[in-house]
């Protein structure tokens, strides 16, 4: 059987940078409320002129690098967002010509679980002798899509994109994979306005249904049920337990989410990555940014058990059980 393993990792962040001192002239709220309710203190924000296309392209291009891989050697290229550029074309088509790759390529959209349902996507390719290098890239700039007189979401999101490359091996990099969706959920976080149902007109926009509306106490009883959850389910497809996991990376929404989920897990608060005080929510970028940080820092070891879980709007929810076999950077 063909494997697939993570061979390469990058990411980025864009330069502006949105301090919760800042938002205190924004809007009605405090640092302090939002740091004990959220655990953020900054977040990026994309500059003018500056889509999701291009954080997606710099991510790309650093995970590439990283794996020591040439544009020609890519077979497929696949971008997890919300936010893409357009309806269409995909933002993946913008990728690909930005990076100079010569491959087809797709977006997935499952929310902030795109990168999960995208890695899937990748290792099924491998596995299935279609592919034999694959880029995958979670990337938003979420922020274009909040109500900055919304306190409730706009303390929350910001903006990114991570990347790795996935790459048939030997031994098996990306292990078993549980994917769900729940499309009963779909109220509970959505963007109301901007596509078949809700053309966006000046009326809906002067409404702002053309941003993000959620049910905050509604979306952590899910996430503190289904994180748990969907770990167990993959961990059991890769024969393996909650004692096998060396790092938990999952989806950076909420930092009291996070500390919920180790608890109910079993896991020591310690082997769960958080970089959210720094980056804020930056949705599909989550996962892969938080790996990436995980792996800069030499903390990430050959060998190591990593589980991938993220949850977002549809409703939907994966994890993903990696062995670890780059060696670390320092």
């Known amino acids: 059987m063909r494997h697939a393993a993570i061979t390469g990792i990058g990411s980025y962040l864009p330069e502006r940078r949105l301090t919760n001192a800042d938002l205190e002239v924004m809007v009605d709220t405090t640092d302090e409320w939002i740091r004990t309710r959220t655990g953020i203190s900054e977040r990026r924000l994309a500059a003018d002129g500056e889509a999701t296309s291009h954080l997606a392209t710099a991510a790309g291009r650093a995970a590439l690098a990283d794996a020591g891989v040439a544009p020609s050697e890519v077979d497929f290229v696949v971008v997890g967002t919300s936010s893409p550029d357009h309806i269409f074309p995909s933002t993946a088509a913008l990728v690909q010509d930005a990076l100079s790759l010569s491959c087809p390529g797709v977006d997935i959209m499952a929310a902030c679980t795109s990168f999960i349902f ?21 990337a938003d700039a979420l922020t274009r899509h909040v109500d900055f007189t919304d306190r409730a979401t706009c303390v929350l999101f910001g903006d990114g994109a991570g990347a790795v490359v996935v790459q048939s091996a030997d031994e098996a990099g990306v292990l078993g994979i549980d994917l769900g969706t729940d499309g009963s959920g779909a109220e509970v976080l959505k963007v109301p306005a901007g596509g078949s149902a809700l053309p966006c007109t000046p ?6 249904l053309h941003y993000v509306q959620m049910a905050g106490s509604e979306v952590f009883k ?14 059991a497809s890769s024969e393996m337990s909650v004692d096998d996991i060396t790092w938990l990376v999952p989806h950076q929404a909420n930092k009291r989410i996070l500390d919920t989920v180790a608890d109910r897990l079993g896991l020591d ?21 938080a790996l990436n940080d995980l792996y800069t820092s030499g903390q990430l070891r050959p060998g190591d058990v990593v589980a991938l879980v993220g949850f977002g709007a549809g409703l939907t929810w994966g994890a993903a059980i990696v062995r670890w076999t780059k060696e670390p950077t320092r």
């Open 118 to 138: 995208a890695l899937q996507h990748a290792t099924s390719m491998i596995e299935a002798g279609r592919a034999t290098c694959v880029l995958v890239i979670g």
């Open 203 to 208: 009326e809906r926009i002067e409404q702002g």
């Open 222 to 235: 899910f996430a503190v049920r289904m994180i748990p959850d969907t770990t167990e389910r993959a961990l």
């Open 269 to 289: 608060r310690a082997c769960v990555v958080s970089n959210i005080e720094h980056v804020g929510n930056t949705s599909a970028a989550s996962i892969p940014l």
